[in-house]
């Protein structure tokens, strides 16, 4: 189970950190996924790390302004997101999948993903 927290409202140019805490003694089995879904528009990757912290995958709209990175010991994944952007508003969710694949068909696909938390409201104001 994978429980999120973090979202909230916040100005242009501001930053937030979304966490993502998952339940269970296995989570340095999963590669983590963040995606988003803003209103009217498809589910969009943001984001992945692999099981071990060591290769972070960022899609392009973020690239350079978020950060992915995951703690094994306290089961938990995080995005930390700076420079908000208007466009970034969105419902956030994190993803787990239990098999490792390469490339951005594999990682960036959300139907790769097998587990998902509930969503996490994030607004940025202009």
């Known amino acids: 189970q994978l429980q999120a927290s973090g979202g909230g409202l916040v100005q242009a140019g501001g930053s937030l950190r979304l966490s993502c805490a998952a339940s269970g003694r296995t989570f340095i089995s999963y590669h983590m996924g963040w995606f988003r879904q803003a209103p009217g528009k498809e589910r969009e990757f943001v984001s992945a790390?692999?099981?071990?912290?060591?290769?972070?995958y960022y899609g392009d709209s973020v690239k350079g302004r978020f950060t992915i990175s995951r703690d094994n010991a306290k089961n938990t994944v995080y995005l930390q997101m700076d420079s908000l952007k208007p466009e970034d508003t969105a419902v956030y969710y994190c993803a787990a999948r239990d098999y490792y694949c390469s490339g951005y068909g594999c990682y960036g696909s959300a139907t790769r993903y097998a587990y998902w938390g509930q969503g996490n409201q994030v607004t940025v104001s202009s």
């Open positions: 790390i692999s099981r071990s912290g060591g290769t972070p």
